[in-house]
């Protein structure tokens, strides 16, 4: 999944200038920490990823002062949605999460990017019984 041309070009510009953050993070990612290849500054639609990885469809933003303030959070919120109507979760860390242990910081977000997924209390029709009263909304009856 790739971006519209002029996202494509404000990624290039954008991987020339990434914030210090940025860089030690992406010094660690390009190990191939856990097995998994990410890209920086990566476009997906209209908006610019800070990492991505394919394999485990994943965003990776790295929120520093641009991400201060209610229009950027209201900007963060709608990115996340569309990301995630595509299939891509999004998650977050703090540049000065980044600052402080880089090499932690990798490691905090492979373990999440590799971790266990949620799976659905119910499956899929046909695959079991019907959920019990109170279950379809993803709450266990109390007994």
């Not at 390009?30 to 610019?48: E, I, M, N, T």
């Amino acid at each position: 999944m790739t971006g519209n041309p002029h996202i494509v070009d404000a990624a290039r510009r954008l991987r020339r200038a990434m914030s210090l953050p940025e860089v030690l993070l992406w010094g660690e990612l390009r190990l191939r920490p856990g097995g998994l290849k990410f890209r920086r500054q990566h476009a997906v639609g209209d908006y610019v990823l800070d990492f991505y990885c394919a394999s485990a469809k994943i965003a990776i933003e790295v929120d520093g002062r641009a991400h201060d303030g209610q229009l950027a959070a209201d900007r963060d919120t709608a990115r996340d949605f569309w990301l995630a109507e595509q299939g891509i979760r999004s998650i977050r860390i703090t540049a000065s999460n980044v600052l402080e242990n880089p090499a932690s910081a990798a490691l905090w977000l492979i373990t999440l990017a590799t971790g266990p997924v949620a799976t659905p209390l119910h499956h899929r029709k046909g695959d079991g019984p019907p959920p019990r009263a109170g279950e379809d909304q993803g709450s266990v009856p109390c007994r």
